[in-house]
């Protein structure tokens, strides 16, 4: 069972930055492909971007250039660094965590999600 806990959410304006954080517990760390997904209201839950355990990474069209996922296998952690914020990047933000290295950019090769952080990108 792995316990994954998102923060770093919150409000900000269109260009703006955010940090979002997820810590994981309850399992290998190293051996765990993560994943970021978001959902916005309305809206069935979509990839963001996901990391292997072996630093393998994989993002959505919309956010390349501008959103960078990373890890800290010593934390346990897993980030998202968003930048250039746009209102098209409001959604709940959820982390997620299982054990493939192919598929990774949808929901059923997740196992453990997080409960989500909300983003809200004024204009």
């Known amino acids: 069972q792995v316990h994954l806990v998102e923060s770093g959410g919150g409000l900000v304006q269109a260009g703006d930055s955010l940090r979002l954080s997820c810590a994981a517990s309850?399992?290998?760390?190293?051996?765990?492909?993560l994943g970021w997904f978001r959902q916005a209201p309305g809206k069935e839950r979509k990839f963001v971007a996901a990391k292997t355990w072996s630093g393998t990474t994989s993002y959505e069209d919309s956010v390349k250039g501008r959103f960078t996922i990373s890890r800290d296998n010593a934390k346990n952690t897993v980030y998202l660094q968003m930048n250039s914020l746009k209102p098209e990047d409001t959604a709940i933000y959820y982390c997620?965590?299982?054990?493939?290295?192919?598929?990774?950019?949808?929901?059923?090769?997740?196992?453990?999600w997080g409960q989500g952080t909300q983003v809200t990108v004024s204009s």
């Open positions: 997620a965590a299982g054990n493939r290295l192919g598929g990774i950019t949808v929901v059923p090769a997740y196992d453990y």
């Open positions: 309850g399992h290998r760390f190293t051996g765990l492909t």
